[in-house]
């Protein structure tokens, strides 16, 4: 689906992570020195974030929004609507949104509710937010993007342990006259659900003992049922597939070339994946921004994530492409102008 909004923006964005430090060392990962250079050569990732114990999602996501709203000192209540992303919540039920509503202190006549979706996440959930904002009565959206994934990884997993991150981020998107088009593409493709998922802890298969037992698994890994699960040759076949596919249909759907982009920021899945996408699409080294050496694979706030880490980068660029992808199958594609945006630096928690 393509779609196309006029006079919205993003704002502000903001993120928060963790302070706590976790390299791919020898120390953690249980490889020998000479597997961990080829693996972070491949990847990219030397270091990542982990949220300790009683730090949640929603922790870091309120410190973003804090952050953003005391810097930008903008008017809390003329927020209408606030929209939190994020598939590792503090609770079943409640949603997190009612919950940041109230430890923000916005009224209480506004609209909040939750979404949950993987690695493209942060281009839905924008999609949405501007969709809110085609409605008269509603001028200012707060979204919230955080995932830890950190608490569903296990230590013996090679696939998975070495690439995830925790990271909470907050985008501010208002009405904004005269702001040019933006534009998103949404793609969905369930059948391939199950190349990457959790598959113990919800209603399908609730937990029990025994999915809190480290097994192995097909793919020679351990894990719980309760850990994230990918295949990781199916995702890098759809992304290799999908992706570049994709992108050259919204630039060419919006009436745009490559050139025509000032950056790109693409979920930070892995920097070979990464790299690849650009140099099969012919986009310049230069352009692409990344944040995945320093913070590792943050699901869908990786994108936000990426943007707060490159804040200096839009004092001439503007005009973005952002691309989120992962599990679903589901992807998502926009093309943003950042005109007068207030972004921070990530704040450390």
């Not at 922790?59 to 929004?65: E, S």
């Not at 606030?82 to 503090?90: A, G, K, L, N, R």
């Not at 409605?135 to 993007?145: E, F, G, K, R, T």
């Not at 999915?211 to 040759?233: F, H, P, Q, S, V």
Request: charged content about 20%; proline content about 4%; some cysteine.
């Amino acid at each position: 689906m393509f779609c196309v909004f006029k006079d919205i923006a993003i704002v502000g964005i903001s993120s928060c992570v963790p302070k706590n430090v976790v390299e791919n060392n020898e120390e953690n990962l249980k490889m020998t020195s000479e597997e961990i250079g080829k693996l972070v050569d491949s990847i990219g990732i030397k270091e990542r974030r982990f949220a300790g114990k009683d730090v949640t999602a929603l922790d870091l996501c309120y410190k973003a929004a804090y952050n953003l709203l005391d810097f930008m000192q903008f008017d809390k209540d003329s927020i209408d609507a606030v929209v939190f992303m994020t598939q590792t919540p503090d609770y079943l039920i409640p949603a997190n949104s009612p919950i940041i509503q109230d430890k923000l202190g916005l009224r209480k006549d506004i609209i909040s509710f939750d979404i949950g979706l993987a690695c493209s996440g942060y281009v839905y959930s924008l999609f949405v937010a501007y969709s809110l904002l085609q409605n008269p009565s509603i001028n200012n959206v707060l979204l919230l993007d955080g995932e830890t994934f950190s608490k569903h990884i296990n230590p013996l997993d090679k696939v998975n342990y070495p690439l995830y991150g925790d990271a909470g981020t907050a985008t501010l998107v208002s009405r904004k006259a005269t702001m040019e088009n933006s534009y998103f593409s949404l793609y969905t493709d369930g059948s391939g659900y199950k190349s990457v998922i959790i598959e113990s802890g919800a209603y399908r298969n609730p937990i029990t003992v025994s999915g809190l037992t480290e097994i192995k698994r097909n793919d020679g890994n351990y894990g719980r049922l309760n850990d994230i699960y990918m295949d990781a040759i199916e995702v890098f076949n759809f992304t290799m597939r999908e992706i570049p596919k994709s992108i050259k249909s919204i630039l060419q759907n919006s009436g745009l070339t490559i050139d025509n982009i000032d950056l790109y920021i693409l979920h930070q899945a892995n920097k070979f994946m990464t790299d690849f996408i650009a140099k099969k699409l012919k986009i310049p080294p230069e352009k692409m921004l990344y944040s995945i050496g320093k913070y590792g694979n943050t699901s869908s706030a990786s994108i936000p994530l990426t943007l707060s880490e490159n804040c200096d980068k839009f004092k001439e660029n503007n005009r973005i492409l952002i691309s989120g992808f992962g599990g679903g199958l589901s992807w998502a594609n926009a093309i943003l102008n950042l005109e007068d945006i207030v972004i921070l630096s990530p704040l450390d928690y």
